[in-house]
């Protein structure tokens, strides 16, 4: 039951921007910031997409800094922001700094939780729905 309100607030959050863009203003942490490379199924931090909904940054294939990836998701969302992209809500394809990203389609994005995926050569980066733990009833 509670995944159905989910959803629908979701919905209604996606329906409203059109299809979830890129990612908004990064780096309040350190770690997520350091200029090491992070493999494949490394977490590089915690943002918000252009429409303000909560997203994790991925590296889903491949390996990148962190302190990379979270400046490719934020120039693309600000490039959505602008309206500097095509498409839907922005969903067409763009390069940024040599990375190709894209935005998904709001079926995919409440199969998945991916919001957008930015890649260049064998590395691939996410942004990811960040799903908070239920409230406790009280």
């Not at 400046?71 to 700094?97: L, M, T």
């Amino acid at each position: 039951m509670r995944r159905a309100g989910v959803r629908r607030r979701a919905l209604r959050i996606l329906g409203s921007v059109g299809v979830l863009g890129g990612v908004a203003a990064c780096c309040g942490l350190a770690a997520a910031c350091s200029s090491g490379l992070a493999g494949a199924g490394a977490t590089c931090g915690r943002t918000h997409t252009a429409a303000g909904v909560p997203v994790v940054i991925k590296v889903a294939e491949g390996s990148v800094s962190c302190r990379t990836a979270l400046d490719v998701e934020n120039a693309y969302a600000a490039r959505i922001k602008s309206g500097r992209v095509r498409g839907n809500g922005g969903g067409a394809p763009v390069v940024v700094s040599g990375w190709t990203c894209q935005g998904f389609s709001t079926p995919e994005v409440l199969s998945t939780g991916n919001a957008s995926r930015c890649r260049q050569g064998g590395t691939t980066i996410l942004a990811v729905l960040a799903v908070s733990s239920p409230a406790a009833a009280g």
